[in-house]
């Protein structure tokens, strides 16, 4: 089974620039989430998908971040204007539904400049 | 506040030995908990899992205790190997009035094993 894909892996742009990220669930999964993970910190969920629909983004700072799952299967995570703070790890995860194990990508390392 | 957190930041423990690394927890609605390992450059990597109606869970050479009268967690891992070498996590799974339910993690542990 493969797991969830994520690209880029790496990302390094100048601050107030925008970056996008895309996540490929394993598939089948219905739950989608997207986390920020800063240096020496453990993951910080960002928003939660079930299907297409947004379940949580209560963390999310919705006036630079902004992220879809238009037909409920890939994703993107999106920053604009990006901030120097934004420098992190952004994970994205799938489960099969929600409260289930959820399974992690590789990640994508952003740093801002 | 809801938090999980992590009694000791680093962990050196000598190749062999068994490790021990502990978590507190602090929502007593929590009903399922999480152990994840995750080496440098690499998204965390499910271990084991826990539901609350359990105080004992057993894998390959890995156990979760569950002590839900102190809310406590705690991963063993027995006859520890050089690739056992990671930042370990646990997490919370909360759920939520709406019927959804949050993942909460801990800051990690960083597991050291020598040679």
């Known amino acids: 089974e493969a797991g969830v894909a994520q690209s880029p892996r790496y990302k390094i742009i100048e601050k107030r620039q925008s970056v996008a990220f895309w996540c490929n669930p394993i598939?089948?999964?219905?739950?989608l989430y997207w986390y920020q993970q800063i240096l020496g910190q453990g993951p910080k969920l960002l928003i939660q998908?079930?299907?297409?629909?947004?379940?949580?983004d209560s963390q999310l700072p919705k006036d630079r971040f902004s992220a879809e799952r238009l037909k409920g299967v890939d994703s993107t995570l999106k920053i604009q204007p990006a901030k120097l703070e934004d420098s992190a790890v952004y994970l994205c995860a799938s489960s099969l539904e929600p409260g289930g194990t959820q399974y992690f990508g590789p990640g994508t390392r952003l740093t801002v400049l | 506040g809801e938090s999980v957190g992590l009694h000791l930041p680093t962990l050196s423990v000598q190749e062999g030995d068994n490790s021990i690394i502990n978590c507190a927890y602090s929502n007593s609605a929590s009903d399922y908990f999480i152990w994840y390992k995750q080496e440098s450059g690499k998204g965390p990597q499910f271990i084991i899992d826990?539901?609350?109606?359990?105080d004992k869970r057993q894998g390959q050479r890995v156990t979760v205790l569950l002590n839900k009268t102190v809310k406590h967690l705690s991963l063993q891992i027995a006859a520890t190997q050089p690739g056992d070498s990671a930042v370990y996590f646990c997490?919370?799974?909360?759920?939520?009035?709406?019927?959804?339910?949050?993942?909460?993690f801990g800051t990690g542990t960083r597991l050291k094993v020598l040679a």
């Open positions: 997490a919370e799974n909360i759920p939520r009035t709406s019927g959804t339910y949050k993942y909460i």
């Open positions: 598939s089948g999964h219905a739950t």
């Open positions: 998908f079930q299907n297409n629909g947004v379940v949580d």
């Open positions: 826990i539901r609350s109606n359990m």
